[in-house]
């Protein structure tokens, strides 16, 4: 009798073993290696970078302004895009790539998607000269939000949602604000959602990593 | 009403042999999450040996619950595996299978 009780509760051990199993591989599964902190601390940097350039000789009040600093913004833009590419491809070298998960094509699909938008609309609005620095603001903040908050809806992670928060406030904002006030609200936003979100995602990151799967045996 | 007998996992004819072994469970489920994955990835995430791994995936491919591709990028072989439809099935099958087994264990 006591042979059975204990066979019974060996059987149901490791029963609840395998069903822990599956659920521990799923979300090793889903946890993805790559690291994508830095590059909303890149990002951040390429928009300062970008502001900083534009005003070079000039009042902080005509960064977008088309000109001889006009290039500022699109040149910024291309040198981040090309180490989002760059650095990714020599930091995974003789490393497993992470294979792609629905989730993250998902995400990744919305930021390019975003990027190519922002991208044309800032460019064709800047050279037909119906941009003016309020607006680029508020397109910017605007598509930023739209997107960290489906981001943040996607992966349920709060803290990107509070990004989302920020950056639509930041596109109201600019459209009742002067153009100095709407700068400085623009490199708040900036400090906050790019570079204090990124860093702070980078650290989340390197958590994770650190966590290693135990060994699994036939 | 015979009160349902308690089974033991060597008498258990519902649960699939195929993916009751610990190695073969742990590949489909993580190949139930991602597309498609590189056999270096699968061993880094199981902590399996190359021989172990590669021994299990094969009777994983031969019951026709994975898929290989392999191919060469940049020059350098690269094996990819993906699940199948009957394998996502067999997976759930499995899952199914193992809660009505730990319900009965419970109410018995």
Redesign the interface.
Known sequence: MTSDFE??D???Q???A??S??E???A???QKTESWGWTFVLWGVAYVAAIVFGNLGAPIAEWTTFGHRALAWPVSMIAAMMLMFVYPALASRNK???????IGRAIYSMWIAMGISMFLLLLASGNSGRLDQQLFVAIVASMLATTNAASSMILKWRQQGLCAIVWWATAVAACFCNVTQCTLVFLAAIFLCQIVFGAYGMISERKTMARK?????? | MPEPE????SELPDLNPVI???????LL??????????F??L??????TDG?LG??LQKLEEAGYVAVEKKFVLRKPQTLYRMTQSGRQALADY?QA??Q??GS??N?
Request: net charge neutral; hydrophobic share 40%; aromatic share 2%.
């Open positions: 066979a019974d060996v059987a149901r490791e029963l609840t395998r069903l199993l599956i521990t591989m799923i090793e599964g889903r497993p790539s992470s294979p792609d998960t629905a799967p135990g060994a699994v045996h036939a | 308690t089974e033991t996992t009751h072994g610990k190695l073969r469970l742990a489920s993580l190949l139930s999450t991602v597309e498609e994955a590189e270096t990835w061993r880094a995430k199981t902590s399996a172990n021994a299990q899952v193992l809660k087994l730990l264990a419970i018995s």
